[in-house]
């Protein structure tokens, strides 16, 4: 419509249409109702044009010929020229003199269209008076400019008065609506002195005119603003409010903020109802969420994930109860990877995660989201409990997660599903006909067998556990994968928790803010909503978030995106702070603060003997009533699983003659999760029993100055075995100690006893070189080794 969007909001205030900003969508019936209303006002205005042309030819004339104050009362000369042609004259003069923007052309608002006679609509300071033929002439008199462009104007006017569409035309409805916008306009000192003393003027001399009052009923006030803000908000002019601020005893600049209390001692002067929306002090992410009402509480489908040693059949166990419970409609259907997925038995839902291991598992819990309700323990009936088998245990236990073991592959013909719950007994899953309270299903993942009576156990336990949500509020959920997609933008996988999630509804997935523009199901339809535990793709999101954050549904769109913020803010705080996670060092502070009653521990030893030696020596560790709980034990080493378990469990893990895979040192660094490395039992003991006394007071530190690989052994007569190696990281330093790494072991730690460069002594060896090393006392080395070179640092306390 040729008009700013601030005029187009303000009519549609006028209109009582609902509009937030510059950016809200117009319904067609809001556009209709817009255009009507101008339509209605371009009608009034050109009937009361020619009304008033031909009611006062006479004056109009005077005044557009006469510069004579004298003359422009004085109708005789020039009685036929139309009264908008006194008008445009005196707008442009105005225009001139850069009184105001607003007042050209007779205006098709109803107050302005009421006649020429009467004033044009002014701001409220009434600045730019039009048609007083004594303000004209003197305007006149100040300029002389006017001449041409009023021929012009006149011209234009007549060609609409007539229905002809000429630019000028258009050019008039531009400027009528800028009268409207003049109230803020003028407000914002646009006018100029000049103008305004004018305006004045004309007003004292003027009929009491009929002002548009746009002064809003009601605003929304944020918080503290400046002057120039909170007469923006009023439509008002800020000389108008400093002054008004000045009679109440605060004298303030445009620029300056003023607190709530004055500004509602403002909007108490003009009669504005006032809604204070302030800033949101609380993140509801991190305060504890209300309880749900009882009565809300509705029941759920249980969540699921599938765990177990490699290649034991998790993934096929996935997708056999997937495809065995795909129904007709679907089977040709798209079956879409959305994290996880839904399969309804006797009527009932069960959500699966898709990600089958516990790492997945883990990582979501280390980043503080539960999803999983229920862990189904595949074991293969022909190669029993293996080591990631126990892993698995330890992980859902930590999380205190029930266990369904599913011995699978019982259709091979060496399966020995009595031994997998023999061995089982261990972990204390003992079956129920052992008198024990896991539930045990032999299955064939494979040829679908007992998938059915597994299916019919997850339903049982989820009964007896009572999963319920209330799905009757704003949603809560937990991002299973994130990504960003090429066409559809950033694109998260969720599992819905609590409350129910719609289309359209604005969100924060951990920094992300988000609204949801688009839902689909595992089986590829658009949902319009997603109750608990549904797992969904979304669409509509401004960031890739991470997976394991958490996503909160609002209401409030400004709300959201001010938590989104503010988180991002917090976690850029908490990511330069300390982190809260347990460490050796500062062990007796969380226990004399009450927080600790236990210290989880997780091992890694070399060998199993040395594991369950230390595990049984740290048991037995009590110091005023805090004690050791061994999350974890573990042969080989310190894996990204066990840093990710430490995180998730708060726990520190003591490395026995094991070393941190690079991938585990990188992540425990992150994850700030304390490692000791030991060789020596007693140590390990005398170290946490120090701990969680207090008396912990390591001098040294252990620094990592670099790694090289044995790619060569050379045994040379007289001096040994020499290593031909690559310095893979870091430097090595002829004066530092050195371990040897096979396998992730520590088979030797000792002293350089030569570094050479080919055939020279070298001080230091750096990254990217070959160098030939022997180590002191040791000979018995082999390709692929790695050297680990540290020096002892002292700490500064
Ligand atoms: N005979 C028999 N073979 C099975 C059964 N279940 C799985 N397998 C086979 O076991 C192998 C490993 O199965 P997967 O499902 O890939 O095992 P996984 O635990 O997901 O393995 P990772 O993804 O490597 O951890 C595949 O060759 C399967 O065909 C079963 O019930 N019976």
Not at 177 to 206: C, I, M, P, V
Not at 405 to 410: L, M, Q, S, T
Not at 473 to 501: F, H, N, S, Y
Not at 696 to 705: I, S
């Amino acid at each position: 419509m040729n008009m700013s969007s601030k005029e187009i909001i303000t009519i549609m205030k006028r209109l009582e249409i609902p509009v937030n900003n510059h950016m809200s969508v117009m319904e067609t019936d809001a556009i209709n109702k817009v255009e009507q209303f101008f339509k209605k006002l371009k009608n009034n205005a050109a009937a009361k044009r020619d009304e008033q042309a031909k009611s006062n030819v006479q004056k109009s004339e005077a005044v557009a010929s006469v510069q004579n104050k004298k003359e422009t009362s004085n109708p005789s000369s020039q009685q036929a020229r139309p009264q908008r042609q006194q008008n445009a004259r005196s707008q442009d003069t105005r225009n001139q003199q850069g009184a105001s923007r607003s007042q050209q052309k007779p205006s098709p608002r109803p107050s302005a269209a009421a006649g020429a006679s009467k004033p044009a609509p002014r701001n409220q300071s009434g600045q730019g008076g039009q048609t007083n033929p004594s303000a004209a002439g003197k305007r006149n008199e100040t300029t002389n400019a006017a001449g041409s462009r009023t021929e012009h104007r006149n011209q234009a006017d007549l060609d609409a008065s007539k229905g002809k569409t000429t630019k000028k035309n258009k050019a008039n409805n531009k400027r009528f609506d800028d009268n409207k916008a003049s109230n803020f306009r003028t407000g914002g000192n646009r006018g100029g002195k000049g103008g305004k003393g004018k305006g004045r003027y004309q007003n004292r001399n003027l009929p009491p005119k009929e002002k548009i009052d746009n002064t809003p009923k009601k605003v929304i006030v944020r918080g503290e603003m400046t002057v120039g803000d909170l007469a923006k908000l009023l439509h008002k002019d800020a000389s108008e409010i400093i002054k008004k601020l000045m009679f109440l005893g605060v004298m303030a600049t445009i620029n300056q903020e003023i607190d709530l209390d004055t500004i509602q001692l403002i909007t108490q002067e003009y009669n504005i109802e006032i809604e204070l929306k302030l800033p949101v002090e609380e993140d509801p992410f991190e305060i504890v969420e209300k309880a749900d009402e009882a009565d809300k509480m509705q029941d759920r489908p249980p969540v699921v994930t599938i765990m177990g040693h490699v290649d034991h059949g998790k993934t096929t166990l996935l997708d056999a109860i997937r495809k065995s419970n795909v129904t007709e409609g679907e089977a040709g259907g798209i079956t879409q990877h959305i994290g996880a997925y839904q399969v309804e038995v006797n009527q009932k839902k069960i959500t699966f995660l898709d990600t089958p291991g516990h790492e997945a598992f883990t990582t979501m819990r280390a980043r503080g989201s539960k999803v999983t309700d229920i862990t189904i323990l595949v074991v293969a009936a022909d190669d029993g409990v293996m080591p990631q088998t126990i892993e698995a245990i330890n992980h859902a236990k930590a999380a205190n997660v029930p266990i369904i073991v599913a011995v699978n592959k019982i259709d091979k013909p060496d399966a020995n599903p009595d031994r997998i719950k023999q061995e089982l007994t261990e972990y204390e899953l003992v079956p129920e006909e052992w008198g024990g309270d896991t539930i045990f299903v032999n299955i064939s993942a494979k040829n679908r067998m007992n998938l059915e009576e597994l299916l019919e156990m997850i339903l049982l336990v989820a009964e007896v556990q009572e999963y319920k949500a209330n799905p009757d509020k704003e949603a809560r959920a937990t991002v299973l994968e994130a990504e960003l997609d090429k066409g559809k933008g950033p694109v998260a996988r969720i599992l819905v928790q609590e409350g129910t999630l719609r289309v359209g509804d604005p969100f924060v997935a951990g920094v992300c803010f988000g609204r949801v523009r688009a839902m689909v199901s595992d089986k590829g339809r658009r949902l319009k909503d997603a109750g608990p535990s549904t797992p969904v793709e979304i669409t509509g999101l401004t960031e890739v978030p991470q997976a394991g954050d958490r996503l909160i549904g609002f209401e409030d769109e400004r709300k959201a995106r001010e938590i989104s913020d503010k988180r991002a803010i917090n976690l850029r705080q908490s990511e330069l702070n300390a982190s809260s996670r347990v460490t050796l060092d500062d062990l007796y502070k969380h226990i004399k603060e009450g927080e600790m009653k236990d210290l989880y521990v997780i091992i890694k030893a070399d060998v199993q003997g040395s594991a369950e030696a230390l595990k049984g020596s740290l048991e037995k560790i009590d110091v005023e009533g805090v004690r050791v709980k061994i999350i974890h034990t573990g042969v080989g080493a310190i894996t990204e699983s066990d840093i990710i378990l430490a995180s998730a469990s708060n726990a520190i893990i003591i490395g026995f003659n094991v070393r941190p895979e690079p991938a585990a040192k990188t992540t425990a660094e992150q994850e700030k999760v304390d490692i000791r490395l030991h060789r020596i039992i007693y140590n390990v003991i005398e170290e946490i029993e120090q701990a969680m006394k207090g008396m912990l007071d390591p001098e040294f530190k252990e620094v990592v100055t670099g790694q090289a690989e044995v790619r060569n052994v050379f045994k040379i007569s007289r001096v040994g075995t020499v290593a031909g190696c690559m310095v893979t990281s870091g430097k090595i330093t002829r004066n530092g100690q050195l371990r040897v790494i096979r396998d992730g072991i520590v088979v030797y730690e000792g002293e350089i006893d030569a570094l050479k460069r080919f055939k020279d002594d070298a001080k230091e060896v750096a990254q990217g070189y070959e160098c030939g090393i022997s180590v002191k006392n040791f000979n018995d080395l082999k390709e692929g080794d790695i050297f680990e070179a540290f020096v002892m640092e002292q700490i500064e306390r």
